[in-house]
């Protein structure tokens, strides 16, 4: 026979398991998200230093022929 205070410790020792899974996987979420916009950023940021340059370029093409 379980006794109730063995019963209380193993739900409340069950409750803290699950509840530190759970952060877990939101606090996983949260970085692949965060993560996920960094490269978006920072691909729009390459983008248009690369679209800057192309336009530099064709500038200079103009002035020179």
Avoid: P
């Avoid at 739900?11 to 960094?38: F, M, P």
């Amino acid at each position: 026979m379980v006794g109730k205070f063995e019963s209380n410790k193993d739900l409340v020792q069950d409750l803290t398991e699950t509840t530190a899974t759970r952060v877990g996987n939101i606090a996983s979420i949260i970085t692949d998200a965060v993560k996920g916009v960094a490269r978006e950023v920072g691909d729009l940021i390459s983008d248009g230093l690369e679209m800057r340059e192309a336009t530099k370029k064709a500038q200079e093409d103009d002035t020179v022929h």
